[in-house]
């Protein structure tokens, strides 16, 4: 069956360290996968994707990921962290073809940013 | 461009009540989907729709949650009758087919008393 982990609950990180919020999957294909952000009373943005191609993909607010097949990861990195990074944030596999279109969330990891 | 646009942003009911929640997607989009979001769950998928029609609502926790898209820029979940377990935040999101990237609304929290 399709599933995302994300092992850390919550993580907190000072202000303009350096952020590794782990996702792992399982999926039977070539998945595509996605990061997205929650703010506090917000829906979902989309940070970035990867669907294909080069492994090291950029995304919104100085955010990039790596897939990394061998380890079935989507790890999502920023060099530096700024206080308005706090939020939440969810790994999510999908599968696309044809008519389906749903995605399958992590639970999500909770950031927390010190001044 | 207008996103996803969901109504009511909050919702307080009594348990029993009926309870409308309504999405509009983002114009041009033709994959619409309806997730439930609580602590304990996390964000679950109830069902979604491709041009208009229910694709898969294995999703929907039970008789008493039903969803309608009558057209292509609008749709409802409605939960008859309401209780205190379906507290949680609901959204909507909106997807080209081929595009693959999902659009979420703000969601609507609802709190069932």
């Keep these: 069956a ?9 993580i ?28 506090p009373g917000q829906g979902l943005q989309l940070l970035l994707k990867y669907f294909s191609g080069d492994t090291l993909v950029q995304g919104i607010k100085g955010f990039e ?34 008519s389906q279109g749903n995605l399958i969330f992590g639970k999500g990891t909770k950031l927390s940013v010190k001044p | 461009d207008a996103g996803v646009i969901q109504s009511p942003r909050h919702e307080v009911t009594e348990m029993g009540q009926e309870v409308t929640l309504r999405c509009k997607p983002i114009s041009g989009h033709n994959s619409l989907f309806w997730y439930r979001q609580t602590m304990m769950r996390g964000l679950e998928l109830l069902i979604y729709f491709n041009n208009n ?9 039970e008789d008493r949650f039903s969803a309608k898209m009558p057209n292509a820029s609008f749709s409802t979940l409605k939960i008859q009758p309401s209780e205190p377990r ?20 703000p969601g609507t929290r609802l709190l069932v008393l």
């Design chain 2, 86 to 105: 379906d507290s949680a935040v609901y959204f909507c999101a909106s997807t080209l087919a081929g595009e693959e990237t999902q659009y979420f609304g």
């Design chain 1, 2 to 10: 399709q599933s995302v982990t994300q092992p850390d609950i919550h």
């Design chain 1, 65 to 98: 990921a790596e897939f990394k097949r061998s380890q079935s990861s989507f790890n999502l990195r920023k060099p530096s962290v700024h206080w308005s990074d706090a939020a939440e944030y969810f790994c999510a596999v999908g599968n696309y073809g044809g």
């Design chain 2, 53 to 61: 029609v229910p694709i898969d609502d294995s999703g929907m926790p």
């Design chain 1, 12 to 39: 907190t990180v000072s202000e303009g360290a350096s952020l590794e919020l782990r996702c792992n999957y399982s999926y039977g294909a070539t998945p595509y996968l996605f990061w997205y952000v929650q703010s």
